[in-house]
């Protein structure tokens, strides 16, 4: 058994997904890479091929009809016997140095007798011309190197929420709580950072920059304009957050406030897109969508309606809307929004 099973999600990839994968070979064999091919109509495929059969004890390719990255992810999980899962974007990398460290502390936590749930660590803004690359690191939030629970949570602001490139889940959680990413649907790494957490009970932090996230092409979903574009499935993903939020009756409750400012965070950014949209039938949709929050979970409405981020999202009129956009720029940069 592998001891980190790591899906690549690969959709016409062909310009940047060896730089991703080179990187991660350097794991070796105690690493199952899954290359996940959706549907690709550029040389995706045939590079997952090639790698395939160059390190058939490492690199594995899986090809599926277009899915969309939620479905490329599925993929990946149903297919990993490794211990523990990560998932990497295919024009993202890891640093090597983090990589045998995080690496060496799976491998030391599988053989003592704290096996955790999930694994933290930290993740770098690598945008595209950018002198100094922001970091995400997590010290001021959990205890370092050390087995710990929800109850041993430090307060969490704003501006540090848990992304998927921080974190590796136990591969039998992600199973056992019957995680299924939605398919042909944009920004469904918010789930896959979401949903689990009810079900992790143990969790270990390891202060190391792996994860190198990439931001700067112009066709990337997290790009203004195409956030825009895709506002609907911005808007299905905070619905179905809202969802997953609300079948958990009972959790921690240092969990329960973590995922509320995490579904704070998502409310507000569909709200500040649909704002920018400036049509009245996106300040339509930002008035069903609050509707559907509070049609489903009334006391979580009023968590996300009435505080800090939701009164300045709903401002009313012209003017209201103008402030709106001036608080969520702010925020963007004191908290670091994308």
């Known amino acids: 058994m592998k001891l980190l099973s790591i899906a690549i999600?690969?959709?016409?990839?062909?310009?940047?997904?060896?730089?991703?994968?080179?990187?991660?070979?350097?794991?070796?064999?105690?690493?199952?890479?899954?290359?996940?091919?959706?549907?690709?109509?550029?040389?995706?495929?045939?590079?997952a091929d090639e790698y395939a059969e160059k390190y058939p004890t490492i690199v594995r390719a899986l090809h599926q009809e277009n899915g969309g990255h939620g479905a490329a992810v599925n993929t990946g999980l149903k297919n990993a016997t490794?211990?523990?899962?990560?998932?990497?974007?295919?024009?993202?990398?890891?640093?090597?140095?983090?990589?045998?460290?995080?690496?060496?502390?799976?491998?030391?936590?599988?053989k003592g007798s704290h096996t955790v749930?999930?694994?933290?660590?930290?993740?770098?803004?690598?945008?595209?011309?950018?002198?100094?690359?922001?970091?995400?690191?997590?010290?001021?939030?959990?205890?370092?190197?050390?087995?710990?629970?929800?109850?041993?949570?430090?307060?969490?602001?704003?501006g540090k929420y848990l992304l998927m490139h921080s974190l590796i889940y136990r591969t039998k959680l992600l199973v056992d709580c019957g995680l299924e990413l939605p398919r042909h649907t944009f920004y469904v790494d918010n789930i896959f950072a979401f949903d689990p957490l009810p079900y992790v009970k143990t969790m270990y932090y390891v202060d190391t920059n792996f994860y190198r996230y990439f931001i700067g092409r112009d066709d990337q979903s997290v790009n203004e304009t195409v956030m825009i574009r895709r506002i609907d499935q911005q808007i299905r993903v905070n619905k179905l957050m809202v969802d997953s939020y609300t079948k958990h009756t009972s959790m921690n409750k240092r969990t329960r406030k973590y995922m509320i400012s995490y579904l704070?965070?998502?409310?507000?950014?569909?709200?500040?897109?649909?704002?920018?949209?400036?049509?009245?039938?996106?300040?339509?949709k930002k008035k069903e969508l609050l509707t559907y929050i509070k049609d489903t979970n009334r006391s979580l409405y009023s968590r996300l309606r009435f505080g800090l981020m939701g009164?300045?999202?709903?401002?009313?009129?012209?003017?209201?809307?103008?402030?709106?956009?001036a608080a969520y720029k702010l925020c963007q940069k004191f908290y670091g929004f994308n």
């Not at 965070?265 to 339509?284: D, K, P, Q």
């Not at 009164?311 to 956009?325: A, D, E, Q, T």
């Open 264 to 284: 704070d965070i998502i409310t507000t950014v569909s709200s500040i897109m649909l704002i920018r949209s400036g049509t009245a039938e996106a300040l339509e």
């Open 9 to 47: 999600p690969c959709y016409n990839s062909e310009a940047y997904m060896e730089k991703c994968i080179n990187s991660l070979l350097l794991g070796g064999e105690e690493v199952e890479i899954l290359v996940v091919d959706d549907g690709s109509s550029d040389r995706t495929a045939q590079i």
């Open 82 to 110: 490794g211990l523990y899962f990560k998932v990497v974007d295919s024009d993202d990398w890891v640093n090597r140095e983090s990589y045998e460290k995080i690496l060496y502390t799976l491998e030391e936590l599988v």
């Open 311 to 325: 009164n300045f999202m709903n401002l009313p009129g012209r003017g209201g809307r103008k402030i709106s956009v």
């Open 117 to 158: 749930d999930l694994l933290i660590s930290n993740f770098v803004y690598e945008k595209q011309g950018a002198v100094k690359k922001r970091v995400m690191h997590y010290r001021h939030c959990f205890p370092t190197e050390e087995v710990f629970t929800w109850d041993q949570v430090k307060h969490m602001p704003k």
